[in-house]
């Protein structure tokens, strides 16, 4: 990017971690597979690059442009999800204390749970929703609150502040998972230290690459460490998928918009339906967490979720009628999916056994609407 001045967020998703290729003129950037780097005749790197799991061009771009989108000093791509989140615990050190929601991400509950609470770490988890549980939580050794809002599946809302503030009060820090809500939800304006996303979902926003990303709001102590994890333990992602990611990126605000309009409309239509029974989506004045999320949400996203009358038969009945929805886990691309998420997280009392979870694409939302009026029917 040629200019300075503070830009909207669409024109820095069009350009940042863009340039034009110095040595051919190429618009769209090259892929740099290689795993190795010249050194100059005095065992310099002229470059800056020296070894593909410690720095790539695309990656290094990818990254630049993450930082751009949260508003944040510096980004960490990794090979997933959970290598992400992974590497903030692992940022930690034995003996120090977490304090996460009752209703995290499965993968992130089982990754605490039996991987890192098996290493020392402690952790409490705690229904966020609740601010005076997360008070109560917070002990001399607690490190990092982790927050992941609207939740899964139930859309459930935690205020970002309110939580930061806790953890800032106590010395922790506070990262934040937006892998449901990149651009409409801003963690690092509203007071966390660190985002993390699923680049898999609306990032990559194809369901095509697997990835995930850590943002930090400021280069600190803890964000060198968090650098030191990514090229030490080396969770890092392939230049291809990184090209994959930033180039979906480009028009990730377009489609948060696109995605958001439509699961409005889906949601109020589905809210009126005799069959179904609760609408979880935080856009409708009836949520629970509405007014928290209409103060820290720009729009409410694609993700929500509905019970439909009759329990588990009656909403795998519905997925199955389904002709435009794909039956698939998974969120964020450009396909509308529909799910039954108790069969996903397994005999999870918090899941209802007739919630069907449904990722809005960016069909047409008439014609989302007429699949589920049949598949009601
Ligand atoms: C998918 C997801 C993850 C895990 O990401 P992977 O890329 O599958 O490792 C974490 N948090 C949320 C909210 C997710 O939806």
């Given at each position: 990017m040629k200019t300075d001045r503070k830009m909207r967020i669409e024109t820095l998703a069009v350009h940042?971690?863009?340039e034009i290729d110095g040595a051919t003129g190429a618009v769209a950037t090259p892929i740099h597979l290689s795993t190795t780097f010249e050194r100059d005749p005095e065992g310099g790197y002229p470059h800056g690059y020296i070894y593909g799991r410690s720095a790539n061009p695309n990656r290094?771009?990818?990254?630049?442009?993450?930082?751009?989108l949260?508003?944040?000093?510096?980004?960490?791509?990794?090979?997933?999800?959970?290598?992400?989140?992974?590497?903030?615990?692992?940022?930690?050190?034995?003996?120090?204390?977490?304090?996460?929601?009752?209703?995290?991400?499965?993968?992130?509950?089982?990754?605490?749970?039996?991987?890192?609470?098996?290493?020392?770490?402690?952790?409490?988890?705690?229904?966020?929703?609740?601010?005076?549980?997360?008070?109560?939580?917070?002990?001399?050794?607690?490190?990092?609150?982790?927050?992941?809002?609207?939740?899964?599946?139930?859309?459930?809302?935690?205020?970002?502040?309110?939580v930061a503030e806790i953890a800032h009060t106590a010395g922790a820090i506070c990262a934040c998972d937006n892998t449901w809500a990149p651009i409409v939800q801003r963690p690092l304006d509203l007071g966390a230290d660190f985002v993390m996303h699923s680049t898999t979902k609306y990032l990559?926003?194809?369901?095509?690459?697997?990835?995930?990303?850590?943002?930090?709001?400021?280069?600190?102590?803890?964000?060198?460490r968090v650098r030191e994890i990514q090229t030490t333990c080396g969770g890092v992602p392939s230049p291809f998928d990184c090209w994959l990611i930033l180039r979906g990126m480009r028009s990730l605000p377009w489609r948060m918009r696109a995605h958001s309009e439509n699961a409005l409309k889906v949601a109020t239509w589905l809210a009126d339906?005799?069959?179904?029974?609760?609408?979880?989506?935080?856009?409708?004045?009836?949520?629970?967490?509405?007014?928290?999320?209409?103060?820290?949400?720009n729009e409410?996203?694609?993700?929500?979720?509905?019970?439909?009358?009759?329990?588990?038969?009656?909403?795998?009945?519905?997925?199955?009628?389904?002709?435009?929805?794909?039956?698939?886990?998974?969120?964020g691309g450009v396909e509308s999916l529909i799910e039954h998420?108790?069969?996903?997280?397994?005999?999870?009392?918090?899941?209802?056994?007739?919630?069907l979870r449904l990722s809005i694409g960016l069909e047409h939302p008439d014609d989302l609407i007429e699949d589920l009026a049949q598949a009601l029917e």
């Open positions: 940042a971690g863009h290094q771009a990818l990254e630049q442009g993450l930082a751009a949260e508003g944040g000093e510096e980004a960490f791509a990794f090979g997933s999800g959970l290598a992400a989140s992974s590497a903030i615990l692992q940022a930690l050190a034995a003996g120090d204390h977490v304090v996460a929601p009752t209703d995290v991400y499965h993968g992130m509950t089982k990754l605490l749970r039996e991987v890192y609470m098996r290493w020392g770490l402690e952790v409490s988890f705690v229904d966020m929703t609740k601010l005076g549980l997360v008070r109560e939580a917070m002990g001399p050794k607690t490190k990092l609150i982790w927050i992941e809002t609207p939740s899964n599946p139930l859309l459930k809302i935690t205020d970002i502040a309110a990559g926003g194809h369901s095509d690459v697997t990835g995930g990303a850590l943002i930090a709001k400021t280069k600190t102590d803890f964000s060198e339906h005799q069959r179904v029974e609760r609408v979880h989506y935080p856009g409708l004045a009836s949520h629970a967490g509405h007014e928290i999320a209409a103060q820290q949400m409410f996203s694609g993700m929500l979720s509905f019970e439909v009358r009759g329990g588990k038969e009656a909403a795998v009945g519905v997925a199955a009628k389904t002709n435009l929805f794909v039956r698939a886990t998974s969120l998420r108790a069969s996903i997280t397994g005999e999870d009392p918090r899941t209802p056994q007739g919630l």
